[in-house]
């Protein structure tokens, strides 16, 4: 069964447009991370996120994690048509277990129109 | 290697049939993961290998459903007597002990008719 979910479940905008993808979980978690996925193949990690963080820059990402409100954001800015993909949250730790087993969000589908 | 690989890309059996998924790791990793992504369930945990540990497989979906790993390389998925509700892409991914960043492969697309 899945950790959380994703909002919105689909997002559509423009080239040079920012995009805001959430995230809720529902149990403590040890570090969440997100993820992108193109054509329904292999998944390709973008950025991780500890517990005791609350925001974390890559490039054109930007995540924020709020664990008192078991949720977390993904902004891309200035996308990019290459940046259409599916995007996953994942969560590491659920239960208080640290090992690697991670729990996915149902995803979000972002169109990124030329 | 350059990255996880998997085997087949996709394969099509028929209800009733034992299917085997390959995956070789990255080399050095020392932790597997499979994992399913179908329509219904989105992506779902199915069995995780750490080194010679005991495999936690809390997430295989029913006693068809087997894996093992060989040397600490190569894992194998095995479904026996496939179902139409089997299929699904089948995702393996692979880490260093110890990081929490996994790798995956691009997945084996499974069609059971």
């Known amino acids: 069964s899945q950790q959380g979910e994703e909002d919105p479940q689909a997002l559509s905008i423009q080239e040079g447009e920012n995009a805001t993808m959430n995230c809720s979980y529902k149990t403590s978690i040890n570090n969440l991370q997100w993820y992108r996925q193109n054509s329904g193949r292999g998944l390709v990690h973008l950025i991780l996120?500890?517990?005791?963080?609350r925001e974390k820059h890559s490039g054109r990402l930007r995540v924020t994690l709020d664990t008192s409100k078991k949720s977390s954001s993904l902004l891309i800015t200035a996308s990019r048509a290459a940046d259409t993909a599916s995007y996953f949250c994942?969560?590491?730790?659920?239960?208080?277990?640290?090992?690697?087993?991670?729990?996915f969000g149902q995803g979000t589908i972002l169109t990124v129109h030329p | 290697g350059a990255g996880v690989s998997q085997s087949p890309s996709n394969k099509v059996t028929e209800k009733g049939k034992d299917v085997e998924l390959r995956c070789d790791p990255i080399?050095?990793?020392?932790?597997l993961y499979w994992y399913r992504q179908s329509l219904g369930q989105g992506l779902e945990f199915l069995i995780y290998?750490?080194?010679?540990?005991?495999?936690?497989k809390s997430g295989l979906p029913s006693d068809r459903f087997s894996a093992e790993r060989t040397g600490g390389s190569v894992s194998t998925l095995t479904i026996q007597r496939t179902q139409q509700e089997d299929s699904a892409v089948y995702l393996c991914a692979s880490s260093l002990r110890g990081e929490q960043t996994q790798y995956f492969g691009p997945g084996t697309r499974l069609l059971v008719l």
């Open positions: 994942a969560t590491d730790g659920a239960g208080g277990t640290s090992y690697g087993k991670l729990t």
């Open positions: 996120i500890r517990s005791n963080e």
């Open positions: 080399s050095g990793h020392t932790a």
């Open positions: 290998f750490q080194g010679n540990s005991a495999p936690d």
